[in-house]
């Protein structure tokens, strides 16, 4: 029988995997933009019916809600980079300083992962010989020294996710008639969240249907606590 060669995605699988992660947080990203958004017109929608305070209050909402995700994810993804660099920056001096060290522990972490004695050592050698840093990063960290997080790109693609979302509710609360505008916006919400679980479930490799319950089923309570908090201040003159 001869030898099977991997497939392009099998020998990509990392940057697969990467790819994955993006989306999902696209995802996740445009359905909190929907949600908080949703959230903030229907519940002004609640106290008042004036079209020029609701476009205010979900321009607002979106503008604030898209910047701090965006700042929320450059801080945590800043971080994450830091600890990277310092982690390779480690490993680079104990390299220096201790190699013999540093190759029985590479042998050692291959062994683990359930290769023989001897062939971890070979390998170990040859990885070293190549690019000791290189092997040491992805090995024993985790890390690919090529492709450290870009604290930028989370941001951007935090911004653009959110943004996205939060159009929808801006948009169906604004456009119809008075009348119509709270439904329209109901309605849409629970299809664009339906669409966001599925689509989260999916990359996730989970069960849609429980995904699009809780998803909608969060988003209709979000729109139904705001309305009636906003109905209750109208109605007290608020």
């Known amino acids: 029988m001869g030898v099977t060669e991997p497939t392009h995605d099998e020998a990509h699988g990392g940057a697969l995997g990467a790819r994955l992660n993006w989306l999902r947080a696209a995802v996740l990203g445009a359905n909190d933009g929907i949600v908080s958004t949703a959230g903030l017109v229907v ?6 019916a004036d079209r020029a305070t609701l476009f205010t209050a979900g321009l607002a ?7 701090s995700m965006a700042a929320g994810e450059y801080v945590s993804v800043s971080t994450q980079r830091d600890s ?3 982690a390779l920056a480690l490993e680079k001096r104990e390299l220096r300083e201790q190699p013999e060290a540093e190759l029985e522990e590479l042998t050692q972490l ?7 004695r001897e062939v971890a050592r070979e390998a170990a050698v040859q990885l070293t010989e190549r690019d ?3 092997a040491h990063a992805r090995v024993e960290l985790g890390i690919d020294p090529d492709e450290l997080t870009n604290p930028w790109h989370a941001a951007w693609a935090s911004f653009l996710a959110f943004t996205v979302g939060a159009l929808l509710p801006l ?3 604004v456009l119809p008639p008075a009348d119509w505008r709270v439904p329209v916006t109901v309605v849409s919400v629970l299809a664009a969240l339906t669409l966001t ?3 989260s479930a999916r990359l996730g490799a989970a069960r849609p249907g ?4 809780r998803n909608v089923a969060g988003g209709a309570l979000a729109m139904g606590v705001t309305y009636a908090a906003g109905a209750l201040l109208g109605a007290a003159g608020v």
């Open 171 to 173: 948009l169906a609360i």
């Open 61 to 67: 909402g979106l503008l604030a809600g898209s910047m």
């Open 132 to 134: 000791a840093l290189r």
């Open 84 to 86: 990277e660099k310092a």
């Open 210 to 213: 429980e995904a699009m319950l």
């Open 110 to 116: 291959l062994a683990e992962r359930g290769l023989t």
């Open 197 to 199: 679980g599925w689509s």
């Open 43 to 48: 519940g002004v929608a609640g106290a008042t």
